[in-house]
């Protein structure tokens, strides 16, 4: 059974950091393109940050620059490092694994920047 888990969401003021995790399983995870999206409310599922199976990174760019992904195969996570946090930036977070017709997600984590 494939499983996605996010964790690390939470409460930050802005300016501040996060850093979230997803762990996967029942996947071979190296293979997958990982990626991170978000929904706020009344909004669409957004794109935020993606890493191929090789290691090539692509941001959307409102967090160019603040946001940095990366993986580690062989426990097979993908973290995503929040820096500078805004406002806009709250959000349900959600881990995605992507390879040929398959997709999974995660259930996702709440990340609120608020003061």
């Known amino acids: 059974q494939v499983q996605l888990v996010e964790s690390g969401g939470g409460l930050v003021q802005p300016g501040g950091s996060l850093r979230l995790s997803c762990a996967g399983s029942?996947?071979?995870?190296?293979?997958?393109?990982m990626g991170w999206y978000r929904q706020a409310p009344g909004k669409q599922r957004e794109l935020v940050a993606t890493i191929t199976s090789g290691g090539s990174t692509s941001y959307v760019d409102s967090v160019k620059g603040r946001f940095a992904i990366s993986r580690d195969n062989a426990k097979k996570t993908v973290d995503l490092q929040m820096n500078s946090l805004k406002p806009e930036d709250t959000a349900v977070y959600y881990c995605n694994a992507r390879a040929y017709s398959y997709s999974y997600w995660g259930q996702g984590t709440q990340v609120t920047v608020s003061s």
């Open positions: 029942g996947i071979a995870f190296s293979i997958y393109a």
